[in-house]
């Protein structure tokens, strides 16, 4: 007969417990996409899959997640391109002041991001920049370079440079030798580095209000509209990107489990 052990019962009904605090608001915001609601969206008022097909009539809110998305591309080009080269010289090339820049590179992520936003705002007002759409991009650029530096910086010392050198003795040249080996190799990293860098910049608020002026993202929008509830069609969307992510996880782990079991049966 086996004894029954509160220890054992404890971790699944916490990690539960811990499951359904995490996904209660998510599960409340797909709920409330297909509110049947006018104006506020706070009550339930009945079923309805208006706001889905016509969720742009509040075209406040598509202009809101158009700039989102605008900001959010231009950033991760950016600071891909910046936070994959800083990462290379980091890891290949020994310099004056590297300790320096490597440890300037993780002040944006350990300083909180009202004081950053805060900074920024205060930078810009004295150099007679007005905020908006160039004033948000650069902030951005700024706070995500950060985790595309260490993003890649991994995947640099991951690589074996027997292969460059390799190339190199095959008479490539330094373009050739990082167009077609080091740039493929370092692929999986950068695309890495440029989902989480376009997630950060689509997901922030607080730089993004002390540095947007009159231009509105999806972020601030819904911080704006919480007040009198945010409408449907804001749910929607939230609830679509929501829902892509989870596909495009699961693609990639069923690709992924395809690979390894066609490598395993080779």
Not at 20 to 49: K, M
Not at 130 to 136: D, L, N
Not at 187 to 196: V, W
Request: aromatic letters at 10%.
């Amino acid at each position: 007969m086996r004894k029954f052990s509160l220890g054992k019962l404890a971790l699944p009904v916490y990690s539960v417990l811990a499951l359904v605090f995490l996904l209660t608001p998510i599960a409340y915001t797909i709920l409330f996409s297909f509110n049947d609601s006018t104006r506020s969206n706070t009550v339930w008022e009945g079923f309805t899959l208006r706001h889905w097909a016509q969720v742009c009539n509040r075209q406040d809110v598509c202009d809101a997640v158009t700039n989102s998305i605008v900001i959010g591309i231009i950033s991760t080009i950016f600071a891909t391109i910046l936070g994959t080269a800083l990462a290379i010289a980091l890891v290949r090339y020994s310099f004056r002041a590297r300790s320096l820049v490597s440890l300037s590179l993780f002040l944006p992520m350990a300083t909180p991001e009202v004081v950053l936003g805060a900074g920024l705002a205060g930078l810009f007002f004295n150099a007679g920049v007005g905020a908006g759409m160039v004033t948000i991009i650069i902030a951005h650029v700024m706070f995500c370079l950060s985790f595309v530096v260490v993003t890649v910086k991994a995947r640099v010392q991951t690589l074996d440079p027997t292969l460059e050198e390799a190339g190199a003795d095959l008479y490539a040249n330094p373009r050739q030798v990082f167009r077609k080996i080091t740039l493929p190799l370092l692929m999986p990293g950068i695309i890495s580095a440029a989902l989480l860098s376009f997630a950060l910049s689509f997901d922030d608020f607080i730089i993004t209000y002390f540095n947007s002026g009159s231009v509105s993202t999806f972020p601030k929008y819904i911080y704006v509209a919480a007040a009198r509830g945010v409408p449907a069609e804001a749910n929607v969307i939230a609830s679509a990107v929501f829902i892509l992510a989870i596909v495009i996880v699961l693609a990639t782990q069923i690709r992924g489990a395809i690979k390894r079991a066609k490598l395993a049966k080779s």
